[in-house]
Structures are given as C-alpha cells and as structure tokens.
C-alpha cells in the first residue's frame, strides 16, 4: 500500500473502552451464547446524522460497533471482503433507521429488513446468509408439510402454514443479533463483488473503474483498495470509491447490471436522476462513514 496506515484497530483509544463481545465462533464452540434483543436498532434520521461534528459521529461510530471489532475481524477474514468495508456498511444502515424499522422488530416481524445489518429476510434466507441448526430446517419442512385441517362442518378449514415459516421466522430473530448481522453483510458484501467481478464493463463498475477479482480470488481484503483495483490516487481515495461502491449495491442490488444506473456522486458530484436514487444516495452516505473511519485508524486488523 501508499500509506503508512496504523495497524492497531482503533488507535487513540476508541475502541479499547468498549469490552468485546464475544463472536459466532465462540459460540459454535460453546464458549459463549448469543440472544437477540428484543428490538436491535434505534431511530436515527440520516440527514441529521451526516450534520454532526466529525468528532460526534467517530463517538457514535464506536458506541455500535468498537466492543463487535473481533466480530468484524472474523468475519473479515471468513469471507475476504475488508473489516472497515463491512463496519462502513453496518454503520451506514445503523444511520438510516426508521420508526416504522424499529417498530416491525418490536411486532415480532420475520419478513422485510431487520436488525442492525438491516438484511432482508428473503435475501439472508435465498442466500445463506446466516446459519441454520439442521433441527430448525427439519421443523420446517415438518411444518412445511402441514395440511388445512378440517374442523367442523361449516366453520370451513383452518389456515395453511406460510412455506418456510419456521425457518424465515428464525432468521429473523437471529438478524437482531449484532454478530449475526455483521457476518451476514460480509456474505453479502461478498457476494456483491462477486457479482461486481462477473460485470466489470457495466456502468457503475466502470464509474468506479472496478478492477478486483471475486473474493475468493483475491490475495487479501486490502486488496479491494489497493492501485489499480479501483478508481482513486492514495488508499483512502480509493476506499471511498468502494464503500460507495458497494453500498449502493447493498442497498440496489441491480444496479451492478444496470445499464443506466444513474451517476456516481463522488465521482460526478450528482445524485439528481431518479434511478437508483435511493441506493446512490446511501452509496455516497456509506462513502463518508468509511472516510471517517479510515482516516482515524478504526477498525483496522491487525497485521
């Protein structure tokens, strides 16, 4: 890399005042347990958000995020997507949540987008984004194989179950855990590149000048922001592009093979056209988080 760059995750000490939390592997393994709360996210309005001091957002940043950082690490490393790209995008959606957002988790809903990744549903399920135990797949597809039953004559038949209730509900409650959630956007944000890799010549790609290969290609996570593998001239430059990047994606997932998918705002300073306007838009918020982030030094593996 360009750039000295601190290798100690949190420099200044951000990080080490929040005790970390223990990780997916240390629960696979028996050493810790995980349970989701009730409601995982708070109300936060974006556009205020962005209008706070740089120093008040870094506070913020590191009261969701800091006691997950060997969350971020593992994950990292598990999927080969870098620690701060993944903490950029969790933090970027933590930075958008809605009341409606808060109140759907409080209802107990298993579909839409939950929890702080603010993953939907359907996707984490399509895509295996988080883990399921082999008794909850078997539970689902025992309740998957339900029939209406008839109860009286006249009072008609009860309801079918909803197809993979069971498993969709349990992916749900599993979102709202914050280890969850960060491993299921590094899949995810995985993904995504892949994806990106396949489609280099398509518009957003190019807007960028994406040139990495898939993750599990790639000789390291850094990779993503080194010369030549995306546009910028020193390393931070060059990761802004890709939280832009692959924010926007996270948010549009189409707009990897969209032909006209509206133009960058880092790049051309304009997010006026309407298509993909939404996906755009929290492209360029998520490229300002990483710009704090990286600039201090947060969230960084250690070498």
Known sequence: MDE???????SGGHCTSYPAQPTLSQEATGKASLKAPRVSVEPMDAKAFFKLSRNARLKWYCSKLCAYQDQLFE????????????AA????????????DVWQERLGAFKGSLGPAQMQVKTAVEFGHVDVPRQVLERNAEANELKPAFTTPGAGYLSQPLQDSVLHSYVAERLKIMQVGIEAAAREIARLLSEMAK????????QHAFNAPAPAAAPHPESYFQKDSIRGLTDQERFEQLCELVIAAYNSPRIIIAMTPGKSVL??????????????????NGATIGADIFHEGLFVQRA
């Open 199 to 206: 489609y280099k010549a398509n518009s957003w790609q190019k």
């Open 267 to 284: 790049c051309s300073g304009d997010s006026a056209a309407r298509v993909y306007f939404d996906g755009r838009n929290h492209g360029f």
């Open 89 to 100: 995008c969790v933090l970027n959606e933590l930075a958008d949540i809605k009341f409606q």
């Open 75 to 86: 994950s990292a490393s598990r999927n080969n997507v870098p620690a701060q790209l993944i």
């Open 4 to 10: 000295k760059r601190n290798l100690v995750a949190g």
